[in-house]
């Protein structure tokens, strides 16, 4: 009946992959790149990416090649 737990029980957010594994297993939070601390055990499927999560991962250069563009500067 309780709705306080906040909104970071709507959103998916990014966490490493590996301590989503050791959350997995003992059931501890871990730490989200947005900063919220979260337990990761439910079908992140269910829920929208976390947009503070997401502009911090894209913002650390996950594929970011495509910005570079003057690497090949030898047509002309
Ligand atoms: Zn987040």
Do not use: F
Not at 5 to 17: I, L, N, P, S, W
Not at 20 to 26: C, G, H, V
Not at 35 to 60: F, N, Q, T
């Amino acid at each position: 009946m309780s709705h306080g737990d906040g909104d970071h029980e709507r959103y998916a957010h990014y966490v490493q992959k590996d301590k989503i594994m050791a959350s997995a297993l003992d059931g501890t939070p871990v730490v989200a790149l947005c900063g919220k601390v979260w337990v990761p055990g439910r079908d992140p499927k269910k829920y929208p990416v976390c947009p503070m999560c997401k502009e911090i991962y894209e913002s650390m250069g996950a594929g970011g090649d495509k910005d570079k563009g003057g690497k090949d500067g030898n047509k002309k």
